[in-house]
Nanobody
Framework: QVQLAESGGGLVQPGGSLKLSCAAS????????MAWFRQPPGKEREFVAA????????YYSDSVRGRFTLSRDRAKNTMFLQMNSLKPEDTAVYYC???????????????????WGQGTQVTVSS
């Protein structure tokens, strides 16, 4: 069983930065695809970024590529999302999600992930 806990959300002005953390327990990092999703108010959950199991690449949605950066600390079982140049449209609840069985074609589908954190609110507003 995997437990995930996000932190680092908050209120930031447009153009500002935040760094989210996802602390994981009960698993080996390398055994899972690790992803960030977000759910804007009144909208469906959408893919943000991911480390795919067995793949050295980082995957990003078009809307965040070049502004957001994934990283991880294997010793601490923690994944991070550095968010720069934030825009009001980045306002959402951000979730981390893990799964063992993700393939490239399903990487961006939230329904494919078995383990989720509770979410952390990010609000970008002046």
């Amino acid at each position: 069983q995997v437990q995930l806990a996000e932190s680092g959300g908050g209120l930031v002005q447009p153009g500002g930065s935040l760094k989210l953390s996802c602390a994981a327990s009960g698993h080996t990092f390398s055994a899972y695809t690790m992803a960030w999703f977000r759910q804007p108010p009144g909208k469906e959950r959408e893919f943000v970024a991911a480390f795919k199991r067995g793949d050295s690449r980082e995957y990003y949605s078009d809307s965040v590529r070049g502004r957001f950066t994934l990283s991880r600390d294997r010793a601490k079982n923690t994944m991070f999302l550095q968010m720069n140049s934030l825009k009001p449209e980045d306002t959402a609840v951000y979730y981390c999600a893990f799964d063992r069985g993700i393939i490239t074609s399903t990487l961006r589908l939230p329904q494919q992930y078995d383990y989720w954190g509770q979410g952390t609110q990010v609000t970008v507003s002046s």
